[in-house]
């Protein structure tokens, strides 16, 4: 078990530039989530899939975020035309259906900087 | 709408000092809570996890505790060491009936230990 693992770790790019981040929950977690960590709060919630479904999208996907998770394994978060705002940590987190507490587990984030 | 807070937002102590971290929420409609650690441009590290029917939950020097009445947690760290500085979060997982979705956050204690 290696954990959730996220790529990439860091992301500079400039305004306007689309950029795409992979998420890889642990093996047989069948639910994973993507939050976005600005500096000095805590992590908001944006969506979550169950296998390949994506069951809830927060207010805060503005139509520029789109996340996938196609073979209910992996998952990509895209962002369009990036603006100065989307800075942030970017973490995934996965849980198992199986447990009965649904606990996540995190990735390490990947860190976005948008100039 | 679920609201979670922490205080306080920062908080020094000399090494070896028992301590305590406070969470509220503003709806007591929740299917449990977590404790998290997170280290300076880290991902989220679960440390307890507290289901709605429980009072509380203990690991090795942590302590948490649960009153859904009132809408509060805390987690109790004894005999403190440099190494628990770091900054805690509290997630609450709202709805009775919320069976694996969004955490909400709370901003977060930062934790500075002092040798």
């Known amino acids: 078990d290696t954990g959730v693992s996220q790529d990439p770790r860091h992301k500079i790019t400039k305004r306007g530039q689309n950029v795409t981040f992979r998420c890889d929950p642990i093996?047989?977690?069948?639910?994973l989530y993507w939050y976005r960590q600005t500096l000095g709060q805590g992590p908001e919630f944006l969506t979550y899939?169950?296998?390949?479904?994506?069951?809830?999208k927060s207010r805060l996907l503005s139509d520029r975020f789109s996340a996938e998770r196609p073979k209910g394994s992996f998952s990509t978060l895209e962002i369009q035309r990036t603006e100065q705002g989307d800075s942030a940590m970017y973490l995934c987190?996965?849980?198992?259906?199986?447990?009965?507490?649904?606990?996540?587990?995190f990735g390490p984030g990947t860190r976005l900087t948008v100039t | 709408k679920q609201e979670v807070t922490q205080i306080p937002a920062a908080l020094s102590v000399p090494e070896g000092e028992n301590l305590v971290l406070n969470c509220s929420f503003t709806?007591?409609?929740?299917?449990?809570l977590q404790w998290f650690r997170q280290d300076p441009g880290k991902g989220l590290t679960s440390l307890l996890l507290i289901q709605s029917s429980q009072r509380e939950q203990t690991s090795g020097r942590l302590n948490a505790s649960l009153d859904k009445s009132s809408g509060r947690s805390t987690l109790y760290i004894a005999a403190s060491q440099p190494g628990d500085s770091a900054t805690y979060l509290c997630?609450?997982?709202?709805?009775?009936?919320?069976?694996?979705?969004?955490?909400?956050f709370g901003q977060g204690t930062e934790l500075s230990v002092k040798p």
């Open positions: 997630a609450v997982r709202p709805g009775i009936y919320n069976q694996g979705g969004k955490l909400i």
């Open positions: 093996s047989e977690h069948n639910r």
């Open positions: 987190a996965s849980s198992p259906w199986t447990s009965g507490t649904y606990e996540q587990y």
């Open positions: 899939f169950q296998n390949e479904a994506q069951l809830e």
């Open positions: 709806d007591s409609a929740i299917y449990n």
